[in-house]
């Protein structure tokens, strides 16, 4: 199959037929279903994706026996030997060459290739959830020594929903338990539908200010999500040409399969030109056409500083002056801090980091949305919520745990604009020193 034609494979015209069991849609007509309901649901479309960080992700598509898996890019960033073992236990080594990543967003369409009937689950629409709905994850956390991989299924509440989403689309915040290896799974909501996909979590603290959860939430912190009308208006915007025909791929056998209800094979011929939409269940949505949002004069990073530059010492605050020049002509919705050089990232406390108009001395503080702290890729996401406006000078102000250890650190700053589209824009580089408290120490 034409890795180019692979989105187009499961979101082209009635070339595919995706249903779901007849008592479970009249269980979605009376209401909320229960857990193990969704649970039902869920096991049947849910796989594990094998690789040296292995992932989770949901089935979504069918063209014929070729299936397509929604997961999150960054599962399947690099090139390396993935397997898909699906819910009844059958392997399927996949062809990297063959994986299309959505671009601006952090998800990714695996394909495979299989004789055997498996369920295809139904996307809801992400745009009627909101705070303290009940939401449920499902995925394969990472086998440990003496657990191998085991599914599982969580349940949590929506506990905020960001407008306008961080970098790589997310947007959802939610209160649910996940364990490295879930990367990627689904979100379903109480009605059994996919309303969107699970990313950062593993290794990451997420602080949305002004919560008030149970405290055991609070220390745990949030998960974040991409909705699935994220995924459904990316859709709507592309037509590809339908993919070449594919034959079945004989699986690997591997013990203690699950059951999964079938899904029938399509027998309609594809068509060229048709929205990828019509072959997902996925409510229609109004379509969006956001322009590209860009700076027309870029805010600039006047100066970084330490308040200790004694290495491994605790209680220092680092801060960052950035000016956002009126001639701007957009606000500013978000900052990230990148390092880029020093033998070890700062474990920075989330929920200290803080922003205030002018001086941390003399301004009032500036409201923020999501903090997201993600030393996985050593950068440090701060969102304001409502966005600077332009003609403002500003001080973040950043927290470690304690300072790194001796060296000189050099952390990239960029900034993006508000919109839902958003190009970030360099601001500077900010170079803290950190240096031994005596010769002998």
Known sequence: MRPYSLLSAFLLGGAVLITQ??????????GPLEGSEVNQIAKASTILLEGQNPGSGVVVGQEGSTYYVLTAQHVVATEDEYAIVTPDGQTYPLDYGAIQKIPDVDLAI????????????????SDDVTEGDRIFI?????????????????????????????????????????????SGGPVFNSSGQVIGIHGLAEGRQVVLPGYDGDSSVIKAGFNLGIPINTFVRLAQQTRLAPAAGSSSTAPVASPSPVPTRPTPLPTASLTETTPLTQVIQAPVLPAKK???????QPPRLLKATTSDRIARNLGATYSLVIDLPATAAAPLQQVDLILKQGVQYPRFKAKGIAAYEGSKRRGPKLPLG???NDPPSRTVT?????????????TLAVRPVRNPSVGTYL???????????KDSTYLGLARLDFVRSSPGK
Not at 384 to 393: E, H, T
Request: positive net charge; charged residues 20%; aromatic residues 10%.
């Open 411 to 421: 952390f990239e700053v960029r900034g993006f604009p508000e919109g839902e589209v």
């Open 290 to 296: 956001p322009s590209r949002v860009a700076f027309v």
């Open 110 to 125: 695996v394909p495979f290739t299989s004789g055997k009937a498996y369920s295809v689950a139904k996307l809801g629409n």
């Open 21 to 30: 069991p007849t008592e479970l849609v009249a269980r979605e007509e009376r």
């Open 138 to 182: 499902a995925g394969w956390p990472a086998a440990g020594r003496a657990i191998p991989h085991i599914y599982q299924l969580t349940s949590g509440e929506v506990s905020g929903i960001s407008r306008r989403p961080i970098a790589g689309g997310y947007g959802l915040v939610y209160t649910n338990v996940t364990r490295a290896g879930m």
């Open 370 to 372: 999501l903090i997201v």
């Open 382 to 394: 701060i969102a304001f919520d409502p966005p600077v406006q332009p003609g403002r000078q500003f």
